[in-house]
């Protein structure tokens, strides 16, 4: 017995189903068709390291520890850098891998977003850890904007334009850098009348590199990139509407810092200008366990990135994310055939982040019940989506040409996304209430004048800022629960003045919090959650309760769905021991299954023990 296990983070159940009624997904409806197909409830907060942890431990953020992007010990001065998701060493619960590899089995796991670096697989296989901040990316992606003269170029059509991405869960989006162009003065093999500019690239291992562009002012369509500014030849040669191949580039931060890197011409114009975008650069070695596994990876597979380029905000910026989710996705698939053939895996795990980067910026424009709603943007961005769910139905069928009739298969995501129109500030409503102080010249959490504070990427929870625990605590321990309720009475009794609505659904001491998954010291003291259509961040305009800067999952109650979207994640499941026909649970009747219960139902139909901290439950409904 095999299993193929194929994560496809963010993927919206109502738009999987509305896709293949209208017959652009054969294998999916394929798939389908052979097994069955239900939503997945995911843990409280709806995020991607919350619930992927949910599916290898089947246990709640309270064993697992990742509420939220990263971990820290709230003993901890708030200047120690927090524990990133995809770090092993310090998460918490036995996964499915272990048990898989305690009784002989190997498992490759590919991108997958948390616990998975150092390898905790010795027998196995991991292959490009983690996807937010992995050890193995020498610079993150770069968009330029390039002209004579220093003016940065208008924006988009209104009919084109989506919102941005949350700045806070997903990273900001590769800054629009103005490079300044000047006649070429000889360098390259340039002529007289070519132009010239230096491209920076961040590294993350601190300082810049530089890129040296050359345009010839006759055809702007043809550009090339050279690593050098005396350089004889190109790095790469651009043409406009298409990605030049990969290229080998040292960054010259050190040993090791040798990476791939490709670049994309999106727009050309009078001036001259120059629109243009660089993808990430990663490394050409170490990013896979046993190390020699990358090499072969390199040769065979290619080069991998974990983000993508650009944001699909216009058509130009839509068609190269589109081949970069594209190009992710096949080389996840392609993968798991170069390992299969070449070493073995009884289990697959990967993880393909495509529907959550395209549910940001497009999800809040699709929504009829919109306060911004357009029927022409709303046709654009729906385009966009069916697209991506094109993209993955040909990933899919690259997968499924691996298994044999021995193979259980599972398509599974952690969430999906719902609109959030309105978005709150907890800090800022915390500060209303008199529980937490800002500095003024930095805005930052004054903690010797607060009581609470907040940690980012954890919007669930609210901490306690406690003497003897926090190293700036001022809430003395007999005042803990008094703060605790002072907290809840400031969250239930908040309303958006918009809307005149609730702004959060539930709110928990955590000593209550067990019903909902946690526990622990390094969990916050108070657990909530928003209510449906508010997303958590500073809303556009300022103050606690305003409008959105686009769609986000996350702290919302994990059940919010409506007639498009859903927060709730999916999976479909096929093979030996399930039962067939597309069976769907009556979840009105019979309740969720939750993403807790993955892991059980993985070692159930693999004949295997569940994790030892397991919480979940066998959906046995779903099987023969």
């Given at each position: 017995m095999k299993l193929l296990h194929i994560g496809m983070d963010g993927m919206n159940y109502p738009l999987l189903r509305r896709f293949i009624a209208e017959g652009c997904l054969p294998t999916f409806e394929r798939l389908i068709s052979t097994g069955t197909i239900n939503r997945l409830m995911p843990s409280i907060a709806a995020w991607t390291p919350t619930n992927w942890a949910a599916q290898v431990t089947g246990a709640h953020p309270g064993v697992h520890g990742l509420g939220g992007w990263t971990r820290r010990r709230n003993t901890d001065p708030m200047e120690v850098p927090p524990i990133e998701s995809w770090e092993s060493r310090e998460w918490q619960g036995e996964t499915v891998w272990q048990v898989a590899e305690e009784a002989g089995l190997r498992c490759l796991v590919t991108h997958y977003p948390v616990g998975v670096w150092p390898s905790p697989i010795q027998n196995g296989y991991v292959v490009a850890p983690g996807f937010r901040y992995p050890p193995f990316v020498l610079a993150d992606p770069g968009e330029y904007y390039c002209s004579a003269a220093v003016d940065r170029p208008t924006q988009s059509s209104a009919g084109q334009r989506v919102p941005s991405v949350d700045q806070v869960e997903e990273g900001a989006p590769p800054g629009s850098v103005p490079v300044i162009l000047r006649r070429a003065?000889?360098?390259?093999?340039?002529?007289?009348?070519?132009?010239?500019?230096e491209l920076a690239v961040?590294?993350?291992?601190?300082?810049?590199?530089?890129?040296?562009?050359?345009?010839?002012s006759g055809d702007l369509s043809s550009v090339q990139v050279y690593a050098a500014g005396d350089a004889d030849q190109p790095l790469a040669e651009l043409r406009l509407g298409g990605w030049t191949p990969f290229v080998r580039l040292r960054t010259g931060a050190g040993p090791g810092d040798e990476g791939t890197v490709r670049f994309r011409l999106l727009a050309t114009g009078p001036g001259p200008t120059l629109h243009l975008c660089r993808s990430q650069i990663y490394a050409t070695r170490g990013f896979a366990y046993p190390e020699s596994l990358a090499d072969e990876l390199m040769q065979e597979v290619g080069p991998f990135f974990t983000s993508f380029t650009i944001n699909p905000r216009a058509q130009a910026e839509l068609e190269a994310f589109l081949e970069d989710v594209s190009y992710q996705g096949h080389w996840e698939a392609r993968v798991a055939r170069h390992v299969q053939e070449h070493h073995g895996w009884d289990l697959h795990f990967c993880h393909w982040h495509i529907f959550d980067n395209i549910n940001h910026p497009t999800v809040n424009a699709m929504d009829p019940d919109g306060p911004d709603y357009d029927p022409d943007i709303a046709a654009w961005n729906t385009e966009a989506q069916r697209r991506c769910y094109q993209i993955a139905d040909g990933v899919l069928a690259e997968f499924l040409d691996l298994p044999d009739d021995d193979t259980v298969v599972m398509v599974v995501s952690d969430h999906a996304m719902p609109p959030a129109h309105r978005w709150a500030d907890i800090n800022d409503r915390l500060a209303e209430c008199a529980l937490m102080a800002f500095d003024q010249d930095t805005r930052r959490i004054d903690l010797a004048n607060s009581r609470t504070y907040t940690w980012p990427g954890r919007g669930a929870e609210v901490f306690i800022n406690l003497a003897g625990r926090e190293p700036s605590g001022v809430v003395l321990p007999h005042q803990y629960e008094r703060v605790q309720n002072q907290i809840i009475d400031a969250l239930l009794d908040w309303r958006d003045p918009g809307t005149g609505k609730r702004v959060i659904a539930l709110a928990l001491r955590l000593q209550d919090a067990q019903i909902i998954g946690y526990w622990g010291q390094d969990n916050g003291d108070v657990i909530c959650a928003f209510d449906h259509g508010v997303g958590w961040g500073e809303p556009l305009g300022g103050g606690s309760v305003?409008?959105?800067?686009?769609?986000?999952?996350?702290s919302q109650l994990p059940t919010y769905e409506t007639d498009l979207f859903t927060t709730m994640g999916m999976m479909i499941l096929a093979g030996p021991g399930v039962r067939t026909g597309g069976y769907e649970r009556d979840w009105q009747r019979w309740g969720l299954i939750r993403e807790i219960d993955v892991a059980p139902t993985i070692c159930h139909l693999m004949g295997l023990r569940p994790p030892a901290q397991n919480q979940g439950v066998v959906p046995y409904d779903l099987l023969k």
């Open positions: 003065r000889g360098g390259n093999n340039a002529s007289g009348d070519a132009w010239e500019g961040p590294l993350k291992s601190g300082g810049e590199h530089s890129l040296y562009l050359l345009a010839s305003g409008p959105g800067r686009g769609a986000i999952h996350g």
